[in-house]
């Protein structure tokens, strides 16, 4: 099956500094990529999403990269905010019947104002 | 907000017990999917339900078992819990390019 790996597990930045963090997938048929945001005690909200047939997508400050052949995709938010700060999920798509997400273990992003 | 709704909020049972939880999903997605978030994990995958039929199944033991409805509600039902089934149950509304998935606020269980 796919399993996903995330890095780092917890990123501290300087407020309107950058934040980059990175998933690994294994299983070549994976075709979609979601970024899910989980504030504390809250349920994981979809912020971007990629498909395998494009590249790099990018709303506001929230950008996604993916690289196919490397199977490996990222997550760069710019001019980072307090109210960024949160455990940040990646995950991957399998198509094979069953359109299960696999996700990574997620990264705690700190901004420190 | 996603439109998913999800009952109860928290539930609190003890070993042996059974608990049903329950999901609502998002209007026109006939599509919903069950995970598991264990406390500073990510979710994972339980099982799916398409047009009330189980379609596709994580790793999870049998006690584990769920329904879909014909507006599409769900339930999942856990049987004879165990400690370790202490964690926030999340449903999924899957859209209909079967991709995207929403979240609901989920169910928390403590099992003592």
């Known amino acids: 099956g796919e399993n996903v790996e995330q890095h780092p597990s917890t990123l501290s930045v300087q407020e309107g500094d950058s934040a980059v963090i990175k998933c690994t997938y294994s299983?070549?048929?994976?075709?979609?990529f979601p970024w899910y945001k989980q504030e504390l005690g809250k349920r994981p909200q979809l912020i971007i999403d990629?498909?395998?047939?494009?590249g790099e997508k990018k709303d506001q400050r929230i950008a996604v990269t993916l690289n196919k052949t490397a199977k490996h995709f990222s997550l760069h938010i710019t001019e980072t905010q307090p109210e960024d700060s949160a455990v940040y999920f990646c995950?991957?798509?399998?198509?094979?019947?069953?359109?299960?997400?696999?996700f990574g273990k997620g990264t705690k992003l700190s901004v420190i104002p | 907000e996603t439109g998913v709704t999800q009952s109860p909020t928290h539930l609190i049972k003890t070993r042996g017990q059974q608990v049903t939880l329950r999901c609502s999903s998002q209007s026109g997605h006939n599509t919903v999917s069950w995970y598991q978030q264990a406390l500073g994990q990510g979710p994972q995958f339980i099982f799916q339900y398409y047009r009330e039929e189980e379609n596709g199944r994580g790793n999870f033991p049998p006690r584990f078992s769920g329904l879909q409805f014909p507006n599409y509600s769900s339930e999942l039902n856990v049987n004879a819990l165990e400690l370790d089934d202490s964690a926030l149950y999340l449903c999924?509304?899957?859209?209909?390019?079967?991709?995207?998935?929403?979240f609901g606020p989920g169910t928390r269980l403590t099992v003592l």
């Open positions: 995950a991957a798509l399998s198509g094979a019947g069953s359109y299960q997400l696999t």
């Open positions: 999924a509304s899957i859209s209909r390019n079967k991709d995207t998935q929403y």
């Open positions: 299983d070549s048929a994976s075709n979609y």
């Open positions: 990629i498909r395998s047939n494009v």
